[in-house]
């Protein structure tokens, strides 16, 4: 079935630090994918999205491309800060054909980001 | 209030309580979900409702029972649990179940002693 692996965690970073945080996925369609962040406390919010391959997804300055040719969907930002102490989900989408509103998660990647 | 809600925040209950949590959603969605999010696991979809249809059941044991009246509303009852049933339990909101962007609640803190 459909799946995504992030790297592990924890990631720890000092502030102004370039971040990367792996994600590959597995699916038989085309999905749509996400990055999703979970600041302490708090519930996931949408980070940033991508529907197709070769859109690049961004927000607050982090970014993510829709690789199709290496299943991936990497997370970048080119100068952390320490309010970007989070957790982070990569997640993908069942095709919109399938109706089922189903997001598959990775396992999550906390990030520490020190001053 | 806004957005999603969850209540309670912190939850503690024995094994043979009776307890539900309640989820509310202020955004004009039709699609409401709940998670389960255990530590060092990822998030695990347990049911999604469509119109107040309930379109998705990930084998979820009956202990866990979901009720959906409206299309604002979400409650999650429970009865018999076990302890390792104690998690984060997040409630999320969208326009639709296609690939549609979902807005999570905070989540209620489970605890079952």
């Known amino acids: 079935g459909d799946s995504v692996t992030q790297m592990e965690g924890p990631v720890t970073l000092s502030e102004e630090a370039f971040l990367t945080i792996n994600c590959t996925y597995t699916?038989?369609?085309?999905?749509?994918l996400f990055w999703y962040v979970q600041y302490p406390g708090e519930g996931l919010q949408l980070l940033l999205k991508?529907?197709?391959?070769?859109d690049k997804g961004s927000n607050k300055g982090f970014e993510a491309t829709y690789r199709k040719e290496t299943t991936s969907f990497h997370l970048e930002k080119g100068s952390v800060q320490v309010s970007d102490s989070a957790v982070y989900f990569c997640?993908?989408?069942?095709?919109?054909?399938?109706?089922?509103?189903?997001?598959?998660f990775g396992q999550g990647t906390t990030l520490q980001v020190k001053p | 209030e806004t957005g999603v809600t969850q209540t309670p925040r912190h939850l503690v209950m024995g094994m043979t309580n009776k307890k539900s949590l309640k989820c509310e959603q202020h955004?004009?969605?039709?699609?409401m979900y709940w998670y389960k999010q255990s530590a060092k696991k990822p998030l695990e979809l347990m049911f999604v409702y469509s119109l107040e249809e309930r379109v998705e059941n990930n084998s979820v044991p009956s202990r866990f029972s979901p009720e959906c009246p409206n299309s604002s509303h979400l409650f999650l009852h429970l009865h018999t649990l076990q302890p390792e049933d104690s998690a984060l339990y997040l409630c999320a909101s969208s326009y639709g179940t296609a690939s549609y962007e979902q807005y999570f609640g905070p989540g209620t803190r489970l605890t079952v002693t």
């Open positions: 991508a529907t197709k391959a070769d």
């Open positions: 699916a038989t369609g085309y999905p749509s």
């Open positions: 997640a993908l989408s069942d095709p919109p054909s399938s109706n089922t509103g189903k997001l598959i």
């Open positions: 955004l004009g969605h039709n699609a």
